[in-house]
């Protein structure tokens, strides 16, 4: 199976999904992660090296044998770009990647670049040019999802990450220049508790937490007459 993660930010992929993302490369998935935008407030050239090297790190940790994406749109100036450039860019990558299942962030984030990600991406993968897509799931994004007054997370998906969660944790560690100490939401202790949390709610260990966008069922199933 072929999997897509895509981020508005570096960071996003594991606040959002990183159990998950593990768990399919432990189930012998096949894993690209799209992050969007460049790094925010890294305005140096070390800087800049420093960032790329705790992607590098992050994807070594989290098992994801391939490069991840780096599309290089402007961070938090995404609505300064045509909408056109991002859908363009994102169904290049599905069209030619293919993916079965696509991973996507909220549509109600806080963030405009996250909506403005989860609108192209949806347009990116429209049944018309994008039909093995099996199922699409939008994640949420701690520091984001939960600021936006009146767009609530209400998810209808879990997924079991009680075996991965220190991995996830273990990944995020290495995104030195954005995690923060506690109580801030990006910060290992509240990722865990939200983790505990979801997993409560569909009676597990520990859990990431999606809305179900959209799922297609392709089968040839044959349906008999009755006589």
Same mark, same amino acid.
Not at 43 to 54: A, H, P, T
């Given at each position: 199976m072929k999997?897509?993660?895509?981020?508005? /930010?570096?960071?996003? #992929?594991?606040?959002? @999904?990183?159990?998950?993302?593990? +768990?399919?490369?432990? =189930?012998?998935?096949?894993?690209?992660? @799209?992050?969007?935008?460049?790094?925010? /407030?890294?305005?140096?050239?070390?800087? %800049?090296? =420093?960032?790329?090297? *705790?992607?590098?790190?992050?994807?070594?940790? $989290? =098992?994801?044998? #391939?490069p991840f994406y780096r599309l290089k749109f402007p961070n938090a100036c995404l609505d300064m770009e045509p909408q056109k450039n991002l859908n363009d860019r994102l169904e290049e990558i599905i069209s030619v990647f293919r993916p079965d299942i696509l991973y996507i962030p909220h549509g109600g984030d806080l963030h405009k670049d996250h909506r403005l990600v989860f609108e192209a991406a949806l347009v990116a993968a429209r049944p018309a040019t994008a039909p093995f897509i099996k199922r699409i799931l939008s994640y949420e994004t701690?520091?984001?999802? #939960?600021? $936006?007054?009146? +767009?609530?997370?209400?998810?209808?998906?879990?997924?079991?990450?009680?075996?991965?969660? *220190?991995? +996830?944790?273990?990944?995020?560690? *290495?995104? %030195?220049?954005?995690? +923060?100490?506690?109580? /801030?939401p990006r910060s290992l202790e509240r990722i865990t508790s939200l983790a505990k949390k979801r997993g409560s709610e569909a009676y597990m260990g520990a859990a990431e937490a999606f809305i179900m966008i959209r799922e297609v069922d392709r089968g040839g199933r044959v349906w008999k007459s009755r006589k």
């Open positions: 999997v897509l993660v895509i981020a508005p /930010h570096a960071d996003d #992929e594991v606040l959002g @999904c990183g159990g998950t993302i593990v +768990k399919h490369v432990v =189930g012998g998935d096949t894993i690209r992660v @799209c992050i969007v935008t460049t790094f925010y /407030h890294a305005q140096s050239y070390k800087e %800049k090296v =420093g960032r790329r090297d *705790e992607v590098t790190r992050v994807e070594n940790v $989290l =098992g994801v044998r #391939e701690l520091s984001e999802t #939960e600021w $936006l007054p009146g +767009k609530g997370f209400v998810p209808n998906y879990y997924i079991d990450i009680t075996d991965f969660l *220190e991995t +996830k944790l273990e990944a995020m560690k *290495e995104y %030195k220049s954005q995690l +923060k100490d506690y109580p /801030h």
